[in-house]
């Protein structure tokens, strides 16, 4: 059974960091491509980043890039997202997501498993 956990969320005012975990079981996050979406009440859901199977490419949503870092820990088999200089339009639930069949990375439906979300609130 697959499981992925997602930790570190919380409430920060602009400016500051979160980092957040995501713990994987049963599957490996070095085979498959692991991703991060966020959801606001009422708004789509936006690809955040993600990371490819062997950790060589790396994507990133626009509104995110040179702020955000996806960066994934074989040994402990968890993926993580380093958030900085966030912003109030970063409040959102993350979810981490796991795509086992090389599909295009920043395509949510694509993705094969999913966790519950943790939620980030940056304050202004």
């Known amino acids: 059974q697959v499981q992925l956990v997602e930790s570190g969320g919380g409430l920060v005012q602009a400016g500051g960091s979160l980092r957040l975990s995501c713990s994987a079981s049963g599957l490996f996050v070095s085979s498959a491509t692991m991703g991060w979406f966020r959801q606001a009440p009422g708004k789509e859901r936006e690809f955040v980043a993600a990371i490819s199977w062997s950790g060589r490419n790396t994507y990133y949503g626009d509104s995110v890039k040179g702020r955000f870092t996806i960066s994934r820990d074989n040994s402990k088999n968890t993926v993580n997202l380093q958030m900085n200089s966030l912003k109030p339009e970063d409040t959102a639930v993350y979810y981490c997501?796991?795509?086992?069949?090389?599909?295009?990375?920043?395509?949510?439906?694509?993705?094969?498993?999913w966790g519950q979300g943790t939620q980030a609130t940056v304050s202004s």
């Open positions: 997501a796991a795509d086992l069949y090389g599909s295009t990375a920043f395509v949510g439906d694509e993705y094969d498993y």
